[in-house]
């Protein structure tokens, strides 16, 4: 069944507003990444986080590796027409590295 | 540069058909995984390769075989098709840093597949 949860499903926001999304789980994790996908495409990695408490950015996205271990969250700032896609949450299992399962993934709009 | 290469992009079956999904990296990647994408569920793995002649079940294995008889090449086959088997297919590769998996997947384009 899924172990990860994402929240929320989806968003509609202002052009330059700030967004933030969150990834939570019972199980305890190795690795948490964040992927964006557009329409027609595959998901394409933004973020990949290692250590517990781990904050990493990438140009307008941060994202945080909880340190319970058991979620992570990514804000982008200042929003733009481009952001617009679903992105998902992902990561490897403590139990389980070779496996990377994903979150049901949060919808983005953004409003001109 | 190619990347994760999926063939074909889309097709239609009739329930009980076979057919074979074809992917393709050319980064020598030693990981590769099929995910199926449905509305509202993410991506849910179905069977993945951690090397050249192994494979593994994911979350949701069943009505699907896989092989990995090439380093480069991932198959996934469905036997019988049936109509809760429509969906988006992905593959994804990886790569190892330090002997360990790194989680950091690169996909193809996807496979839409109907059956009716």
């Known amino acids: 069944g899924q172990q990860l949860n994402q929240s929320p499903q989806s968003m509609f926001i202002q052009e330059g507003e700030d967004v933030s999304m969150n990834c939570t789980s019972s199980s305890i994790f190795n690795t948490w990444l964040w992927y964006k996908q557009e329409p027609g495409e595959g998901p394409v990695l933004l973020i990949a986080l290692y250590k517990a408490g781990e904050l990493t950015s990438n140009g307008r996205l941060t994202a945080q590796f909880g340190i319970t271990r058991k979620d992570s969250f990514l804000n982008i700032s200042a929003s733009i027409p481009s952001d617009v896609g679903i992105y998902f949450c992902a990561g490897q299992l403590i139990t389980s590295y070779d496996k990377v399962i994903f979150g049901p993934g949060t919808s983005l709009s953004v409003i001109p | 540069n190619a990347g994760v290469t999926q063939t074909p992009k889309f097709r239609v079956l009739k329930t009980g058909q076979s057919m074979t999904l074809l992917c393709a990296q050319d980064?020598?990647?030693?990981?590769m995984y099929w995910y199926r994408q449905d509305p509202g569920m993410g991506l849910r793995l179905i069977h993945y390769s951690v090397g050249e002649g192994t494979t593994a079940k994911g979350e949701v294995p069943d009505g699907y075989n896989v092989s990995r008889l090439k380093k480069q090449n991932f198959l996934l086959g469905l036997e019988s098709a049936a109509p809760s088997q429509t969906s988006v297919y992905f593959c994804a590769s990886s790569y190892l840093a330090g002997g360990m998996p790194t989680g950091e997947l690169f996909f193809g384009e996807g496979s839409r597949l109907t059956v009716l």
């Open positions: 980064m020598n990647h030693e990981y």
